[in-house]
Nanobody, 115 residues
Framework: QVQLVESGGGLVQPGGSLRLSCAASRITGSIAIMGWYRQAPGKQRDLVAS???????NYADSVKGRFTISRDNAKSTVYLQMNNLKPEDTAVYYC?????????WGQGTQVTVSS
């Protein structure tokens, strides 16, 4: 069973930046898509960004131009650089992987944008 460990969340002022990391371990198959989702209180969990093994990316419209997803395949790690954060970005951010014997969710990391 793949395990995902997220880090990098916290409290930041509007306009600030954070970088999330998600490292996968116990991989017995292969990871295809790596992605980040977020869920605000009372709302559904939505895709923020995803990335393919060869670097193809997809972003939610609300974060285009502000967030950048990247991955290090050698380290089985995906990153989310978040710039110009807004209060509406406040949510629990979850890492997700899909692939052969590699479907898993992380435990979530809280991101709070507030002055």
């Amino acid at each position: 069973q793949v395990q995902l460990v997220e880090s990098g969340g916290g409290l930041v002022q509007p306009g600030g930046s954070l970088r999330l990391s998600c490292a996968a371990s116990r991989i017995t198959g292969s990871i295809a898509i790596m992605g980040w989702y977020r869920q605000a209180p009372g709302k559904q969990r939505d895709l923020v960004a995803s990335i393919t093994p060869d670097g193809g990316t997809n972003y939610a419209d609300s974060v285009k131009g502000r967030f950048t997803i990247s991955r290090d395949n050698a380290k089985s790690t995906v990153y989310l650089q978040m710039n110009n954060l807004k209060p509406e970005d406040t949510a629990v951010y979850y890492c997700k992987t899909t692939g052969i014997r590699s479907n898993a969710w992380g435990q979530g990391t809280q991101v709070t944008v507030s002055s």
